[in-house]
């Protein structure tokens, strides 16, 4: 069973996404912070998160670094509402896989997630 | 020397009362010279001699017949032309009137006018040196298409010529003294610009330009040594202040730019703030229709499979819920975007700063920062422009919390002053606080101490209060915070002629 993390502040997102990707065979961890989002990173190991950028406290952009420089190989896919095209070209830079905007189209999620996790194989 | 005009019969008299002055005063002078040296003639043979004393009499009128000869037409001039003297003290009285007109157009056309009416000249030009080439800027005489066709080449030898040496020039003093080729060069650009006397306009090294003048309606068109010597002043004179009038037109014209400008930044600087709110609050919205869509999709995903009531139920009451959120914040988006009202409406301090923090927390973090609000409840009816009111509040708070960063204290208070009949609005912080020598520049535009900041929050607050005729003070000190204090004049008679209205209702924000 695929790891994956979901990193929002808002809970009902969470929520959500953990209901649907459950369904469809993913064990699905999630955290409302930053901090939070890198500890379980680091215990559980997940092998995709998908992450918000604007949180409060430490931010999407920063939590993606630490988890690139910890782990290379873990997916992150940005999930973002509206950003500036600089903040979507530093999260690029800082080696998102992918990212995706808000209102999400859960077809479209599921099938980038597997192509990434394709890609890992 | 001077052209004498046959047709011109008083310039005829002159001349021949002036020959024959001038032929009379010699001989007496040859008689009195004998009448002396007959005496001397036991000194010395030579005085007995008539050739001689001729001789010396010759000697005596050559040497002596310049300022003779400027004496004797002065006195034929007052004599002849009485209005020449009163015509030299009105140009003389001219300058400070034309130090006084600061508008170009206006002063050229005073020069102009002077010159044509006092001297009684047919045409009167007036052309200004610009960007090396010259542009008849006034004109007195000529019909508006002549004056059009006017095309004043500064590579002309006669306008050079007159740049070159700055002295006026007659044309027909200028013939006489000419070599063929430049008389018949000259000639022809005096015929082209219709004008027989050419005056520089210029002062210290300054070129402005030149009048010039066509000749005498009627009377000589000669121009007596001591009219000469007025016009050169007045054209001096007119040259500081035509320069001064043109330094007059660059400022005016450059604050005016400066002030459109001005309003333009103010214009975009407003725009920013509610840009970067509009940010903040469009992402904001963004999260509920993620919700809406997100459970939306899961039910579809399960159609026809085992729907449970429950679930359905619940997915409606998230999407409600999520409708409501999102139109909270489209609502309070759009009351800073509401029109300037032409009326004062009562401002309802709490409302404003309650709506002010909701905006701002959708952009910043509040977790961390402690809010202590204090508003009286004794406060007098207060009107004026919400929009306004607000952005005040927006400019300062949003000041102090950037102040506080992360975690501290920021402290609202708004009160009465009894006895100044004032209202108080203190907005504290604990932040970082401002350095001592910054202070002063704070409430300048583009000042700021904060990396990336526009700078105009507080210069954008003092506009405004100062709009209400009220006053900004801050106090500062590094490390322990800052505090800024707004006093809005509260009295009845600042509104006077304004009937109190009745409170408007307003729409209840959630």
């Known amino acids: 069973m695929t790891k994956m993390l979901v990193v929002d502040d808002e809970i009902e997102i969470c929520d959500f996404l953990k209901t649907f990707f459950e369904e469809r065979n993913y064990k699905v961890l999630t955290a409302l912070n930053g901090e939070t989002a890198l500890k379980l990173v680091n215990q559980e190991r997940p092998a995709i998160v998908l992450l918000d950028i604007k949180m409060p406290g430490c931010d999407g952009i920063e939590v993606l670094k630490k988890i690139k420089q910890a782990h290379p190989l873990t997916k992150v896919i940005m999930v973002t509402a509206i950003e500036t095209r600089e903040k979507i070209e530093e999260a690029l830079r800082f080696g998102a896989d992918n990212y995706i905007t808000k209102p999400l189209s859960l077809e479209y999620l599921e099938k980038d997630v597997r192509d990434k996790l394709e890609q890992m194989v | ?310 679930m359905v139920e619940e997915v409606l009451k998230t999407i409600v819920k999520q409708t409501e959120r999102a139109a909270d914040i489209t609502r309070k988006l759009l009351m800073f975007s509401e029109p300037v009202s032409s009326g004062r409406d009562v401002i309802r301090f709490e409302n404003i700063i309650d709506d002010t923090l909701a905006l701002i927390s959708y952009q910043t973090a509040l977790d961390e920062i402690t809010i202590l609000k204090n508003i009286s409840k004794d406060l007098p009816p207060f009107r004026g422009e919400v929009n306004e009111i607000r952005e005040i509040f927006l400019n300062l708070i949003l000041n102090a919390i950037q102040a506080v960063e992360q975690k501290g204290t920021v402290q609202i208070k708004v009160s009465y002053l009894e006895r100044e009949k004032t209202i108080e609005i203190r907005v504290q912080d604990t932040g970082k606080g401002i350095r001592a020598e910054h202070i002063p520049q704070l409430f300048n535009p583009f000042f700021s101490i904060r990396e990336g900041g526009l700078g105009l929050g507080l210069f954008i607050t003092q506009q405004i209060v100062h709009r209400y005729h009220g006053s900004v003070h801050l106090e500062s000190e590094p490390g322990v915070g800052t505090l800024v204090m707004v006093h809005l004049p509260a009295s009845e008679d600042m509104w006077q002629g304004q009937p109190a209205l009745p409170d408007p209702e307003q729409v209840p924000v959630k």
């Open chain 2, 1 to 310: 020397m001077r052209m004498v005009s046959l047709l011109k019969e008083r310039k005829f008299w002159e001349q021949g009362v002036r020959n024959g002055v001038l032929c009379l005063v010699f001989l007496s002078l040859f008689g009195l010279i004998y009448w002396i040296a007959r005496p001397l003639s036991f000194f010395s043979e030579f005085f007995g001699n008539p050739f001689s004393v001729f001789l010396l009499t010759l000697l005596v009128v050559v040497s002596t017949y310049r300022p003779f000869d400027s004496f004797v037409t002065f006195l034929l001039g007052k004599l002849f032309y009485p209005s020449r003297s009163r015509r030299i003290r009105n140009l003389q009285e001219m300058p400070p009137v034309l130090m006084q007109t600061l508008d170009l157009k206006e002063l050229s056309n005073l020069i102009v006018n002077t010159v044509a009416e006092v001297m009684g000249q047919r045409i009167v030009i007036l052309a200004l040196w610009e960007k090396s080439r010259y542009s008849v800027v006034s004109s007195w005489g000529l019909p508006v298409g002549k004056l059009r066709k006017i095309e004043l080449n500064p590579e002309s030898p006669l306008l050079r010529f007159l740049q070159e040496h700055r002295i006026s020039v007659d044309r027909n003093e200028l013939m006489r003294q000419l070599s063929w080729p430049d008389v018949y060069e000259f000639s022809k650009e005096f015929e082209a610009l219709g004008i027989s006397f050419l005056l520089p306009v210029c002062r210290e090294g300054v070129w402005v330009g030149f009048l010039g003048l066509s000749g005498r309606l009627g009377e000589s068109d000669f121009l007596s040594p001591e009219e000469r010597e007025a016009l050169g002043h007045f054209a001096s004179m007119s040259a500081i202040a035509l320069k001064n009038a043109a330094a007059f037109e660059e400022l005016r014209q450059a604050n005016e730019r400066l002030k459109d400008l001005q309003s333009k930044l103010l214009q975009t600087a407003k725009l920013t703030a509610i840009e970067q709110l509009a940010t903040g609050l469009a992402h904001e919205i963004h999260n509920p229709l993620t919700i809406i869509s997100g459970r939306a999709q899961l039910l579809l995903l399960k159609k026809g499979k085992n729907t449970d009531e429950k």
